[in-house]
């Protein structure tokens, strides 16, 4: 596809529950960005690959929270033993290369935990 | 003191007029800029970029950049009811494990009346 593409887009689940996001990123981009929304707030940075490596996880909220790409293209997000605070929209984007390229971001997928 | 602060809004301003988005940044060797504009419920969608100190003009948009002073705008010229959004100015980082790393600010949320 053109585009960033993020499934699933609408995620609801028990607390206790392990979830996996997908990420999809624009075909040929080399980096890949994770973030995460909470309602009415701005994005915390959460992860990035270069290629299929993770320079940076400072990001990651706990050790409940993993992350992989394979194939230097789809990444997924995992979060074990979901806990309500983990609610929120994950969205992943893609640049062309590390470094100061534009990021392009997908549509997300809303987590919500019960 | 926030990494990224933005003027915190609400921001409204009459159909036609100039709507003017300010953002300090502490990071004094970021070198990358970025506004994104952000509809309710959407994905941060990019507007600009911007690297060098001076203005940048793309059609209705002028982003402005003084590294001196550590400061970015965003000038919407013309504004249409349709620009009614959250605009998240966005820096880079420039070092280490943190070059294409994205800081966001909190956004300023703009309402343009017809």
């Known amino acids: 596809g053109a585009g960033v593409s993020q499934s699933p887009s609408n995620k609801v689940t028990e607390k206790g529950k392990d979830v996996e996001l997908r990420c999809d990123p624009i075909?040929?981009?080399?980096?890949l960005y994770w973030y995460r929304q909470r309602l009415g707030q701005g994005l915390e940075f959460l992860i990035y690959?270069?290629?299929?490596?993770?320079?940076?996880k400072s990001g990651l909220p706990s050790d409940r929270f993993s992350a992989e790409r394979t194939g230097e293209s789809v990444s997924t997000l995992t979060i074990q033993r979901t806990q309500q605070e983990d609610s929120a929209v994950y969205l992943c984007?893609?640049?062309?290369?590390?470094?100061?390229?534009?990021?392009?971001f997908g549509d997300g997928t809303r987590l919500s935990i019960l | 003191q926030k990494e990224v602060e933005q003027n915190s809004g609400p921001l409204s301003v009459p159909e036609g007029a100039i709507a003017s988005l300010n953002c300090t940044y502490s990071?004094?060797?970021?070198?990358?800029f970025f506004w994104y504009r952000q509809y309710s419920g959407k994905s941060p969608e990019l507007i600009m970029s911007i690297y060098s100190n001076g203005d940048k003009e793309d059609g209705r948009f002028t982003a402005q950049l003084n590294k001196a002073s550590q400061y970015v705008s965003l000038l919407i010229r013309d504004s249409q009811p349709s620009d009614s959004a959250t605009y998240l100015c966005?820096?880079?980082?420039?070092?280490?494990?943190?070059?294409?790393?994205?800081?966001f600010g909190q956004g300023t949320i703009l309402t343009v009346h017809p």
């Open positions: 690959f270069q290629g299929n490596s993770a320079p940076d």
């Open positions: 966005a820096v880079m980082g420039a070092g280490g494990t943190s070059y294409g790393k994205l800081t």
């Open positions: 075909s040929g981009h080399t980096a």
């Open positions: 990071d004094r060797v970021s070198q990358s």
């Open positions: 984007a893609s640049s062309s290369r590390q470094g100061n390229q534009p990021q392009h």
